[in-house]
């Protein structure tokens, strides 16, 4: 039962590595192409510094609309975790997430004295289970924004590429966003473009809306990219040679990145390494050795 319950422990561990660590490890997936991106159903929200949002797909943002005034009576500051759920791409609110958390440190110590108290001491069973429920929803919430991120970062160098081609036929910027946010799916991407064209609908100055996609997505490629578009604007120069310059830069800086992701995979794989291929060599190289030690002795044929 032991070795049961250190088995558990093991794969809840691995769980959560590759939970944390998986998107960066493993395989990219392929941009998406074209429909309609947004749908008039989809609920929009107003959030705090004015900054808007678009639903998306998966969300539990209904509810977060329902209970707005019980977030607001909340004793503490959670600016923190609302930008880092913007970074996420807002799939719940504040009062959702902080619900998350309170059930998680709630279930799994249940669940872990319910499995392991029998045979492990309950005051380590509830320490280590109070931890992994505290963490669980923050991996997961740094999960969703790493991906959301690196979406983002993968799509960049093409989307810029597609807005150059408008904008070099003779097309005005905000009228290239709109026309690349209709007729790409749905992305991470997409879906701030889509923003930034809706914000300027809505009164706000092309300025200002680019300003909150840096603030939204809060990425030094993105913020490149959002001080460029505005030097070109206040300065007058052509947003074809903006663009083009960015697309390059893009370019150079995601290749870059999947340098430094690929050095730190030797560094990455010296967990497993150790925890489960070493292992196992030494049980299979010195397994029958101890077996015949322990039987009758070696005889090393002298």
């Not at 969703?144 to 408008?166: E, V, Y």
């Amino acid at each position: 039962m032991v070795l049961i319950a250190v088995l558990l422990l093991l794969a809840a561990s691995i769980y959560l590595l590759i939970l944390q660590f998986g998107s960066k490890i493993f395989g990219l997936e392929k941009m998406r192409l074209p429909e309609q991106v947004f749908d008039s159903k989809k609920v929009e929200l107003e959030l705090s510094q004015d900054k808007y949002t678009v639903k998306p797909d998966n969300t539990w943002l209904p509810l977060t609309a329902r209970f707005k005034d019980f977030e607001q009576r909340i004793p503490f500051s959670t600016e923190a975790i609302r930008r880092r759920l913007i970074k996420a791409g807002l799939p719940m609110g504040v009062l959702e997430f902080l619900a998350f958390k309170a059930l998680a440190i709630i279930f799994v110590p249940a669940v872990a004295l319910i499995f392991l108290s029998n045979n492990l001491p309950k005051n380590m069973v509830l320490a280590v289970s109070l931890a992994v429920g505290f963490f669980i929803p923050e991996m997961w919430l740094n999960q969703k924004i790493g991906k959301r991120l690196h979406n983002i970062r993968r799509d960049l160098p093409n989307i810029i590429d597609l807005l150059n081609l408008c904008v070099s036929g003779g097309m005005d910027f905000m009228l290239a966003v709109n026309r690349v946010v209709k007729d790409l799916k749905p992305c991470d991407l997409t879906r701030e473009l889509g923003e930034v064209y809706r914000e300027t609908q809505v009164g706000k100055s092309r300025r200002e809306a680019l300003k909150n996609f840096g603030w939204r997505v809060d990425m030094p490629e993105v913020h490149s990219f959002v001080r460029t578009l505005i030097q070109a604007d206040r300065m007058g120069t052509p947003m074809s040679e903006a663009l083009n310059v960015q697309s390059e830069e893009m370019r150079v800086r995601r290749f870059q990145h999947g340098e430094s992701m690929a050095l730190k995979a030797p560094i990455k794989l010296l967990f497993p390494l150790f925890a489960f291929i070493l292992p196992v060599v030494m049980i299979i190289v010195g397994g029958p050795i101890i077996l015949q030690f322990t039987r009758g002795g070696i005889n090393f044929g002298f």
